[in-house]
């Protein structure tokens, strides 16, 4: 497990839109980890109303989201959020690394920041240990898509 979270970059985020793509599997994780985002993105100076929040099946779904919110609006940066937990078999690993290669996918391609916001964890305690518990992946989440935000908008000029 790492325990060395980056320290995020002092950034007036109040201008930025953000979009969050949110699986419903899993979904007291998920919602657990959505609160968390928001909380940080809040503390950041994000608006609430510049906030645009959708709700997919899973995490297979993601990317798609992802493609269609940058597609709809022109966020700042993306968020997906997602709990993968390990079963009987090796479909966790299918969609995890499906979510993955498709959420890069789609920020490389958009050049819009696609924060890759998926728990993928062996068991339900390490899920619930970083969704709602000591290790707040919701806001590192949020800090680097504040940060990737800030750099593109940086850089744009």
Known sequence: MSGDSPVPDPVDASGFRIAIAAAR???ALVGALLARVMGRLSAA???????????????NELPLAARLLVDAGRPDAVIALGVIIRGATLHFELIAEAATRGLMDVSLSTRVPVINGVIVAGNAAQARARCSGRIDRGAEFADAAVSMAALRRGLAR
Do not use: D, Y
């Not at 100076?45 to 995490?59: H, I, Q």
């Open 45 to 59: 100076g994000v608006r609430e109303r510049n906030v645009k929040v959708v709700r997919v099946p899973g995490s």
């Open 25 to 27: 599997f899993n979904g």
